[in-house]
């Protein structure tokens, strides 16, 4: 019988205080995702990837600026950016957001459009 991996959430690797990583390529799998809990005003800067990405808001608000179009999505929504087109979001709610973001990718590439990393 095969042996089922678990990475359990103390082991993904928190790579801002907002967000952990889950890149794929070290479990052997061609998918990453970001697992975001944020505070109010929170949210990375400006950036696009090679590759499209997926967002699933689980808990509290999230206004996405996804190509120069504004979007707000609650618990439950969907919101896919576009391979290559810019992106960013903020928690514009008054709690806590948590979001899953999943990127095609074994491993992330990240191109910061306004000079942040």
Not at 9 to 16: C, D, L, Q
Not at 83 to 98: V, W
Not at 100 to 110: D, L, M, V, Y
């Amino acid at each position: 019988m095969a042996v089922v991996p678990i990475i359990r959430a103390g082991e993904v690797p928190r790579v801002s205080p907002t967000a952990c990583l889950f890149e794929g390529e070290e479990h052997g799998v061609g998918v990453s995702a970001f697992v975001v809990d944020s505070t109010p005003g929170l949210g990375p800067s400006l950036h696009a990837h090679p590759y499209a990405e997926v967002f699933i808001v689980h808990e509290g608000e999230a206004t996405f600026c996804v190509d120069g179009d504004r979007i707000v999505a609650a618990p439950g929504d969907i919101v896919i950016a576009p391979a290559g087109r810019p992106h960013r979001f903020t928690n514009t709610g008054p709690g806590r957001l948590r979001m899953t973001s999943i990127s095609p990718a074994g491993r992330t590439e990240t191109t910061w459009l306004d000079g942040e990393a």
